[in-house]
T-cell receptor, first 112, second 110 residues
Framework: EAQVTQNPRYLITVTGKKLTVTCSQN?????MSWYRQDPGLGLRQIYY???????DKGDVPEGYKVSRKEKRNFPLILESPSPNQTSLYFC???????????FGPGTRLTVT | GIQVEQSPPDLILQEGANSTLRCNFS?????LQWFHQNPWGQLINLFY???GTKQNGRLSATTVATERYSLLYISSSQTTDSGVYFC????????????FGKGTKLTVNP
């Protein structure tokens, strides 16, 4: 089944404790991206990747890191999480060339 | 950047009613998608529709790219249709980033 998977789905952590949210897709998509969704602010792009080893900042990259060592995986790293990173996070993927994008199920992160 | 406006912001229906949701965008687009965010927060792809008309069961969508709007039609609504409907666009010449509207919150009462 074609899908985008994220892990974990729910996470409660404390300020400063490094964490990684994994994203994987099985559709051989070149493009992958991370978004966060916050009440009143909607969905905003954090980082994106056009292909392996190619990443770039989105609209709200501060406090996040990404890597794209393999085509199927695009992990989101929070080196020192803070409470303002409490949010619902989505990973998305698609073929390059403005085709349909597919979203993962979301990761609900709470930083205390 | 490109602006995406959705209307109405809120919509309450009785089961069985029909509805039309609108999405206006301010620039030419390569991609337009409609999503349904269910009560568990998941974003469900409804339509990939940069232009033209598509139908999927009780749902259909039309995008008139030259006039910069898209419409999502829901017929014979059911309680399971409740949730938030988002329109998202990728600006032509952009980096494939999807810019989301603020959504239409739909409540279907039994």
């Amino acid at each position: 089944e074609a899908q985008v998977t994220q892990n974990p789905r729910y996470l409660i952590t404390v300020t400063g404790k490094k964490l990684t949210v994994t994203c994987s897709q099985n559709m051989n998509h070149e493009y992958m991206s991370w978004y966060r969704q916050d009440p009143g602010l909607g969905l905003r792009q954090i980082y994106y990747s056009m292909n392996v080893e190619v990443t770039d900042k989105g609209d709200v990259p501060e406090g996040y890191k990404v890597s794209r060592k393999e085509k199927r995986n695009f992990p989101l790293i929070l080196e020192s999480p803070s409470p303002n990173q409490t949010s619902l996070y989505f990973c998305a993927s698609g073929h390059r060339g403005s085709y349909e994008q597919y979203f993962g199920p979301g990761t609900r992160l709470t930083v205390t | 950047g490109i602006q995406v406006e959705q209307s109405p912001p809120d919509l309450i229906l009785q089961e069985g009613a029909n509805s039309t949701l609108r999405c206006n965008f301010s620039d030419s687009v390569n991609n337009l998608q409609w999503f349904h965010q269910n009560p568990w927060g998941q974003l469900i792809n409804l339509f990939y529709i940069p232009s033209g008309t598509k139908q999927n069961g009780r749902l259909s969508a039309t995008t008139v790219a030259t006039e910069r709007y898209s419409l999502l039609y829901i017929s014979s609504s059911q309680t399971t249709d409740s949730g938030v409907y988002f329109c998202a666009v990728e600006r032509r010449g952009g980096s494939e980033k999807l810019v989301f509207g603020k959504g239409t919150k739909l409540t279907v009462n039994p």
